[in-house]
């Protein structure tokens, strides 16, 4: 157990709904990173937040956003799905930038 | 830029047999290394890691040796068992790249009892 929590584990949504995906870091993690794992594209890096600010863009589409909370849980909101968007969504966490980073089991996202 | 490159999978082997996936890198910095490596049905988890040349990495009986004269990070285990059936992932951070994890493509390992 890496101490990185993501809820749902599953979901199965329609094209063109909306859906959020939570994210807990370990405890005392400051920063946090969501990544996109698909069949097609590999491992693909989303976004990484700091304390509650946005630290670093990836390939994130802009039908997606993101946020950290104060109390550091992260959210990542993705709209309009299209089935394309069906992946494995990991969210993980580091103490700081540069430190080591653990991540969550992922959230399944399946668009039908 | 940063990239990581894996031996191309799939890899199959019996149970007992030793195990080397080859990774090699390009950073503009120092990087630290990591090998990941996701089950069958779960997230990714940390195996191993290394942070400075020469540096050796090791747990559950595998190892890998932070090379900075060949670039590489090749992840070896002595005798493999079924429970190591798993995507194994090659990676690395960079400073000069603010930390970002890259990935390599995985390597799908299979271990036949």
């Known amino acids: 157990d890496s101490g990185v929590t993501q809820t749902p584990k599953h979901l199965i949504t329609a094209t063109g709904q909306r859906v959020t995906l939570r994210c807990s870091p370990r405890?005392?993690?400051?920063?946090v990173y969501w990544y996109q794992q698909s069949l097609d594209q590999g491992l693909q890096f989303l976004i990484q937040?700091?304390?509650?600010?946005?630290?670093a863009k990836g390939n994130i589409l802009e039908r997606f956003s993101a946020q950290q909370f104060p109390d550091l849980h992260s959210e990542l909101n993705l709209s309009s799905l299209e089935l394309g968007d069906s992946a494995l969504y990991f969210c993980?966490?580091?103490?700081?930038?540069?430190?080591?980073?653990?991540f969550g089991e992922g959230s399944w996202l399946t668009v039908v | 830029g940063n990239s990581v490159t894996q031996m191309e999978g799939p890899v199959t082997l019996s149970e007992e047999a030793f195990l080397t996936i080859n990774c090699t890198y390009t950073?503009?910095?120092?990087?630290?290394l990591f090998w990941y490596v996701q089950y069958p049905g779960e997230g990714l988890q940390l195996l191993l890691k290394?942070?400075?040349?020469?540096d050796k990495g090791s747990n559950k009986g595998f190892e890998a040796t932070y090379r900075k004269e060949t670039t590489s990070f090749h992840l070896e285990k002595g005798s493999v068992q079924v429970s190591d059936s798993a995507v194994y992932f090659c990676?690395?951070?960079?400073?000069?790249?603010?930390?970002?994890?890259?990935f390599g493509a995985g390597t799908t390992v299979t271990v036949r009892a």
């Open positions: 405890s005392g993690d400051l920063s």
């Open positions: 290394a942070t400075k040349a020469d």
């Open positions: 937040y700091y304390n509650g600010e946005e630290r």
């Open positions: 990676a690395l951070t960079d400073p000069t790249n603010d930390y970002k994890l890259s």
């Open positions: 993980a966490s580091s103490a700081a930038v540069g430190n080591t980073i653990y």
């Open positions: 950073a503009t910095g120092y990087p630290s």
